[in-house]
């Protein structure tokens, strides 16, 4: 079945840090994928999302490319502030519409200032 | 336009009592889904209504059910609460079932089971 898989946390940088958090899949056909982050005592936000192979998401300074060949989705920032501390769930979702969203473990950040 | 509003934010039940949660959904918004958050067991698939109808399960015992109304507002409802039912809920909601919709989350309810 389909899966995901993403770095364990928690991750801790200081501010101005380069960020990566590595996410590979499992999943047959062409999946949707996802970075969705969760802020302290609220729900999920979307943060950006790839359709199709060799797509880039990006929003708020953050990118994933969507590989095929290797089967990844990795996020990355080049300067992380304090405001990114959060919880990143990367998850994809098949083009069968039937399909739920599957959601990796989740990665902590903590940036110090 | 208002996002996807979950009532209550928090809830405190005891073993074998019952719970009913809510989810409002975006305006236009006709899917609605319901996922359980634990440390544990991460986030996982509760079920999914679209036009009142529910489309999709997860692996989840029969305690666990829902609804949702005309207007596609949805509730979810467990039974017999166990310690183990403690869990962030959150709901997400969609225009539509196709399978490049995003879904928008709400901000969930806590439930703590004593």
């Known amino acids: 079945g389909n899966s995901v898989t993403q770095m364990e946390g928690p991750v801790t940088l200081s501010e101005e840090a380069f960020l990566t958090i590595n996410c590979t899949y499992t999943?047959?056909?062409?999946?949707?994928l996802f970075w969705y982050v969760q802020y302290p005592g609220e729900g999920l936000q979307l943060l950006l999302k790839?359709?199709?192979?060799?797509d880039k998401g990006s929003n708020k300074g953050f990118e994933a490319t969507y590989r095929k060949e290797t089967t990844s989705f990795h996020l990355e920032k080049g300067s992380v502030q304090v405001s990114d501390s959060a919880v990143y769930f990367c998850a994809l979702k098949s083009m069968n519409r039937d399909d739920k969203i599957i959601f990796g473990k989740g990665t902590r950040l903590h940036i110090l200032p | 336009k208002a996002g996807v509003t979950q009532t209550p934010r928090y809830l405190i039940k005891t073993r074998g009592q019952q719970v009913t949660l809510s989810c409002s959904p975006i305006?236009?918004?006709?899917?609605v889904s319901w996922y359980q958050q634990t440390p544990g067991q991460g986030l996982q698939f509760l079920f999914e209504y679209f036009s009142e109808t529910q489309r999709n399960k997860g692996n989840f015992p029969g305690r666990f059910s829902g609804r949702q109304f005309s207007n596609s507002r949805s509730e979810m409802n467990v039974s017999t609460l166990e310690l183990g039912d403690s869990a962030l809920y959150l709901c997400a909601t969609k225009q539509a079932r196709t399978a490049q919709e995003t879904q928008y989350f709400g901000p969930g309810t806590r439930l703590l089971v004593l």
């Open positions: 999943a047959t056909g062409y999946p949707s």
């Open positions: 305006s236009g918004h006709r899917s």
């Open positions: 790839a359709t199709k192979a060799d």
